[in-house]
């Protein structure tokens, strides 16, 4: 094979052939027929290798076999007419793998869409509850429910607190002046043994009461808890075990639990006391 071609052989290789079909190939172009020892020589294919390439560019339909007397001479078949075979085998090849891919897929879905249809209606218990431990994602998760929230917040407020840095305090006290200016009802009962223990971080809320947010103080309240639109509750539930300063978030899109969470807040409200600010 000549020198000056050498960079052709990437092509035919991305075209589907072989480096010693396009070898081959080339080096038959090069004059009107060679037998196979010449082809051997001049290709520079192993001896071994060299009827097994042959017959594989013969059923490709890219060089012709012709005899004189007993030896067989090879030629390659015009390039046009050699490229356009491969580029159409490659077509038909593709279609057959499409189609048999069709089939597998066709019986697939067949026998798992009936399996799917029987069981995607059917509710795990935990599919409405969502557990997280990660500051940051609660955080993200709470900032999230006060923006999608349209009638109201109902909270018990008690340490320890998702808000226990500057920042998440900044972008909870936003949300929440947000919700109250688009006419959400926003109503809090704090618990009194803690409103001195952190009131820097309740004095950042006072400004809120401005705007409509109402705020009570009870002596004692079960657990935290924010109630959103009567669709979801959030209780961050403190460890009581290892850290007190550390709690889990349970967030509980289930409406019976919502309610029954709600006929609690509205009893600890009505016998609870005005926070004066």
């Known amino acids: 094979m000549k020198n000056e071609y050498k960079k052709e052989v990437q092509k ?5 052939l072989t480096e010693r079909e396009t070898k081959v ?5 090069s004059k009107k027929s060679f037998t196979s020892s010449e082809l051997q020589k001049t290709a520079n294919i192993p001896r071994t290798k060299i009827y097994e ?5 013969l059923e490709r339909g890219i060089c012709v076999e012709r005899r004189v007397g007993k030896i067989k001479y090879y030629e390659a078949v015009e390039p046009k007419k050699a490229l356009n075979k491969i580029l159409e085998d490659y077509k038909n090849n593709f279609q057959n793998e499409l189609e048999k891919k ?3 897929t066709e ?10 249809q029987k069981n995607k209606n059917l509710d795990s218990p935990l599919e409405y509850v969502e557990v997280i431990k990660d500051k940051d994602h609660a955080q993200k998760r709470i900032l999230d429910a006060f923006k999608n929230s349209k009638t109201e917040v109902l909270s018990f407020v008690k340490g320890p607190y998702v808000c226990d840095t500057t920042s998440r305090v900044n972008e909870q006290f936003r949300e929440e002046k947000s919700l109250l200016k688009r006419g959400v009802i926003c109503k809090k009962i704090y618990e009194l043994t803690e409103l001195e223990d952190h009131e820097p971080v309740i004095d950042q809320f ?3 009461a401005k705007l ?3 705020l009570k103080m009870l002596g ?7 109630i959103f639109d009567e669709k979801m509750v959030i209780f961050p539930l403190q460890d009581t075990i290892n850290n007190p300063n550390e709690f889990t978030i349970i967030i509980v899109e289930h409406i019976g639990m919502v309610m029954a969470c709600k006929i609690l807040f509205n009893h600890l409200w009505d016998i609870s006391l005005p926070l004066k600010i």
């Open 12 to 16: 035919f290789l991305e075209l589907g």
């Open 25 to 29: 190939y080339i080096t038959l172009l």
């Open 53 to 57: 390439v042959l017959f594989k560019m």
């Open 102 to 104: 069709k089939d597998i």
């Open 107 to 116: 019986k697939l879905e067949g026998l798992f869409n009936p399996v799917f």
């Open 206 to 208: 006072k400004p809120l």
């Open 212 to 214: 409509g947010s109402q």
């Open 220 to 226: 004692s309240i079960p657990v935290k808890m924010v």
